[in-house]
């Protein structure tokens, strides 16, 4: 897989990644990564948000970085399928430091669902 570290990220936005140089861009195995967003063994799009009490929340369709953070990322958007994406919108849900992820889904809080907040986006205009 090719990657880009952290450090080599000059500047982000919502069209584009800007990186130190061409040199920034390097390549490892698969494995040796431990999460990625989009592909890779254990990436977190379409990964279950399910609460410590069991209750599934959808699965995640995006992730949101503060600038003034840097690389943290500050919540991630949830879809709870097509249907009700198109009827109710997808929420977004703060990270907090007891999310947790594992290999089939990311466990969060078990008051998480009052958490959730409505996103802005095309879909729910």
């Known amino acids: ?15 584009a990644v800007m990186i130190r140089s061409k040199e920034s861009i390097d390549k490892t195995d698969a494995d040796h990564i431990p999460c990625t967003f989009l592909l890779g063994k254990n990436k977190l799009k379409d990964l279950k948000v399910l609460t410590t009490t069991g209750t599934i929340l959808g699965r995640i369709s995006d992730v949101y970085f503060d600038q003034k953070l840097g690389n943290t990322i ?3 958007e ?23 992820i594992g290999e089939n889904a ?14 802005i986006n095309i879909v729910n205009g």
């Open 78 to 100: 949830i879809s709870d399928g097509l249907v009700t994406d198109l009827i109710e919108g997808r929420k977004w849900l703060p990270c907090s430091d007891e999310m947790s």
């Open 74 to 76: 500050g919540a991630l």
């Open 1 to 15: 897989m090719k990657f880009v570290a952290w450090k080599d990220i000059v500047a982000y936005g919502e069209d």
């Open 106 to 119: 990311l466990m969060v809080p078990a008051m998480s669902e009052e958490r959730l907040q409505k996103a």
